[in-house]
Every structure is written in C-alpha cells, then in structure tokens.
Nanobody, 123 residues
C-alpha cells in the first residue's frame, strides 16, 4: 500500500482540524492505519490507530479530543482533531501495518509510511 497524508495547517488553540491518509496504491481496509506525530526536538510517538476490523486505539493525551475513522469507499483514513492545544504541534504521519492489534502502538511494526503533514497550533 502507498499512503499519502494531508490536511495539516496553522490553527489556533481550541480549533479543529482533520487529517487525511489516502491509499494511492492498494486497499486501505486491509491494513491497520496508525497515526504518529513528531514534535520539534522529540521522538516520533504513537497517536491513534484504526484497525482493519474497525478497532480504534488512542494515546492518553488525545483521548476524547481526537477521532480516527475510515471511509473505505474513499480508500482513506481520517484523524479528526478537536480542541487542539499548542502541545499538539508536530509533523503527523500515517502508516500501515498488518501487525497484531496488541502491537499497533509500536512504530517499528509499520512497513508503509506516508509523508508527514505539519500541524501547528498557536497559543
């Protein structure tokens, strides 16, 4: 699968933004799609995942604010981000894996990566 992330931008604290991860080659529903982010000067971290079977998982700092979803007809997974905070500022990446659900937070288990999209939240 080949993935393309988009939708980043500059927003203010409290605003919302939706990122898209489109599969330009392959069928996205056959993969678990994870969202990761890398803040300036920090390591890349897991944000959320949408499993091929429809499961979802979130890192604690985004629970209740971010929602991951899939539109199979559009071959796209979305990350809806509400109530954005300055600490959400990062380059966001989507990635695909077939790893078991229990390991979807592990970055090294993802084989297919989209390019990053920058989200900047101003205070």
């Amino acid at each position: 699968v080949q993935l393309q992330a988009s939708g980043g931008g500059l927003v203010q604290t409290g605003d919302s933004l939706t990122l898209s991860c489109a599969a330009t080659i392959g069928t996205i529903r056959r993969y678990t799609i994870g969202w990761f982010r890398q803040a300036p000067g920090k390591e890349r971290q897991f944000v959320a995942a949408f499993g091929w079977s429809g499961n979802t998982k979130y890192t604690d700092p985004v629970k209740g604010r971010f929602t991951v979803s899939r539109d199979s007809a559009q071959n796209t997974v979305y990350l809806r981000m509400n109530s954005l905070k300055p600490e959400d500022t990062a380059v966001y990446y989507c990635a695909g894996t077939t790893v078991i659900w229990g390991r979807v937070t592990e970055e090294d288990k993802y084989s297919y990566w989209g390019q990053g999209t920058l989200v900047t939240v101003s205070s």
